[in-house]
């Protein structure tokens, strides 16, 4: 595949020049595959398209029109069109796993409780017991949880006789370590263990600790072929289950961003809720349209539907160099500042360490699913929560059985399930607007069963990294679990 790419590359551009090189392959599958085509060129062999071919992924469509409109006067190019078609068609997957394998695939993880896990790395070098487990979803996929079963010695936690369990869910491109990153008295984690929970920390599939599968390549393209709708379906089944079977009790959930999205999604299809006690749901997600990053905006643009079929860029690894490359020329866009990629991408979080930054930016971010960031994309862009739209109505017929992606509908919610909601003015992504959108879906509920806190200063990341978090976000979250008994 490199030497087909790299032949093309001296003859295309010896026979047209570069920007029509970078030009012709859109003219043939639409304007919106400019940012696509610039991955696949790179994938294979095109040493051109990180200099050249990727600053065209954002023309103004008029532009860009213009330029179409002169391309389409070349008598070969229906040719290349062919010629493009049978590259594509040629092992697209096998390329790329044997030219940039993931930088995560040589990871060992010990699930026995000691080791490289991360009970190891992160809890018991801080003086708290730790346990791991192993889930196994009903599509396979090895799922890596953390139990810390109380607080320290001389915490308030007291005896683990009755201690309620209560299950964190991270966002996406980030694991369970993001519970942990801050001192024992700040991170979440450690604040509900020292507070007499029973803390259960989950790593969805993808991540560094959960990149396993029981038939799969972690490697291959089959293995990423899930969105969020999946998590929904497979993974918060599977790790509620293990919590609820390990203690005997119903659970108390808390979530952040994606975490929150999947659980709303699920609440409101009837499922887990007959398991969990309450939800905690902090920079709550699951409208997107008036989200104020420019970075997640320009992506969110940049991701459409042929990304996963035609490219075959499966796995989404922000530390691989096409991802590195792609992210480098999305922060040169206008009005994009990637100078603080935190704030770039969460919006101006008030209270961050320094080291805490640090050390957050030295575990994160993970990989996920090119298809799952596709399906967030197209929450951004068609302004509702549906489940992923396969972009023809024949293929959703065949998924759904029906031309349209069937909506979750969020109404459906039970009335009385207790609900916590925190949500940041300055948060870039769970826009309050968006956050107004959910409010609204929750209008017929309880009220009594209904907690509502608004921070203005805080953005994304101050829910779970903020040093002021313990006393704004997570003592009102303990309050909240122990009035539900």
Not at 80 to 85: F, Q, Y
Not at 130 to 136: G, K
Not at 377 to 402: I, M, P, W
Request: glycine share 8%.
């Amino acid at each position: 595949m490199l030497w087909v790419g790299s032949s093309l590359n001296h003859l295309f551009e010896s026979l047209f020049g570069i920007e029509w090189v970078c030009a012709f392959f859109p003219s043939f599958l639409g304007h919106s595959s400019l940012s696509l085509f610039s991955l696949f060129i790179y994938s294979s062999g095109f040493n051109f398209s990180r200099a050249h071919c990727l600053q065209y992924i954002f023309l103004p469509h008029a532009v860009f029109s213009n330029r179409m409109a002169a391309l389409r006067k070349l008598p070969s190019l229906s040719i290349l069109s062919l010629v493009a078609l049978v590259i594509l068609a040629v092992e697209p997957y096998e390329s790329l796993s044997s030219s940039r394998k993931s930088v995560h695939s040589g990871f060992k993880t010990d699930y026995n409780g000691v080791g490289s896990g991360m009970c190891a790395s992160a809890v018991t070098v801080h003086g708290y017991k730790c346990q791991e487990f192993e889930v196994t979803t009903d599509d396979g996929y090895i799922l890596s949880v953390q139990r810390i079963p109380e607080g320290r010695v001389g915490g308030d936690g007291g005896p683990t006789t009755n201690r309620q369990p209560v299950l964190l869910q991270h966002g996406v491109l980030v694991d369970g370590v993001t519970w942990l990153q801050n001192s024992p008295a700040q991170s979440p984690a450690m604040i509900l263990a020292d507070n007499g929970f029973d803390v259960w920390i989950s790593n969805i599939r993808g991540t560094r600790y959960s990149r396993r599968h029981v038939t799969l390549d972690p490697d291959s393209a089959d293995y990423w072929n899930w969105t969020w709708d999946d998590l929904v379906v497979h993974d918060l089944p599977a790790l509620v289950d293990l919590v609820f079977k390990q203690t005997g009790q119903k659970i108390h959930y808390i979530g952040h961003s994606m975490g929150t999205l999947i659980a709303l999604a699920s609440f409101s299809e009837g499922k887990q809720i007959d398991k969990v006690k309450s939800a905690a749901l902090l920079s709550p997600v699951a409208y997107l349209s008036h989200m104020t990053t420019a970075l997640g905006d320009v992506a969110a643009r940049a991701f459409v539907s042929e990304i996963t079929t035609i490219f075959g860029l499966a796995e989404f690894n922000p530390r691989g160099e096409p991802v590195s490359d792609f992210l480098k020329v999305l922060c040169a866009q206008a009005g994009v500042d990637c100078y603080d990629l935190i704030t770039a991408l969460t919006g101006k979080n008030c209270c961050l360490n320094a080291s805490t930054v640090d050390h957050f930016l030295k575990n994160e971010p993970q990989s996920t699913s090119t298809k799952n960031l596709v399906h967030l994309s197209q929450t951004v862009r068609d302004g509702v929560l549906s489940k992923y739209d396969y972009g023809s109505n024949d293929f959703n017929q065949a998924h759904y059985g029906e031309t349209k992606p069937p909506r979750y509908n969020l109404t459906n919610i039970p009335h009385d399930f207790p609900l916590f909601l925190s949500y940041g003015g300055q948060d870039a992504l769970s826009d309050v607007q968006d956050v107004g959108t959910l409010l609204d879906n929750l209008k017929y509920h309880d009220v009594e069963k209904l907690h509502i806190q608004y921070i203005k200063d805080y953005a994304h990341a101050d829910f779970i990294i903020g040093i002021t978090a313990k006393d704004i976000v997570y003592n009102q979250i303990i309050s909240f679990f122990r009035n539900q008994g």
